[in-house]
């Protein structure tokens, strides 16, 4: 099944290979940088949640942010890690 290229993807394929390459090198380059960004963020959580838990002086607002910072880092690493690499994927093989 073949699917109709829309929007920018069949702008893209209607100039220059250049722009294409171009533009599915700057994506590819989000998606590393993406990645690597939130898995720094959802290490300092796990870090900083095993060195409190040996202080034991948690409260229950700085937990509601670290699980609110790594459930947003956790979901953006999803994507980056998983949709992008596909989505370029399939702008390389139209």
Do not use: E
């Amino acid at each position: 099944m073949d699917f109709p290229l829309t929007g920018l993807t069949q702008s893209l394929y209607s100039r220059k290979p250049v722009v294409a390459l171009s533009y599915v090198g700057m994506l590819g380059v989000a998606a590393v940088v993406g990645t690597s960004g939130n898995l720094v963020v959802i290490i300092a959580v796990i870090i900083k949640h095993l060195s409190s838990r040996r202080q034991r002086t948690r409260t229950t607002g700085n937990d509601v942010g670290r699980v609110f910072i790594a459930n947003l880092a956790l979901t953006d690493f999803i994507v980056t890690a998983v949709i992008n690499p596909f989505a370029i994927a399939g702008m390389c093989v139209h």
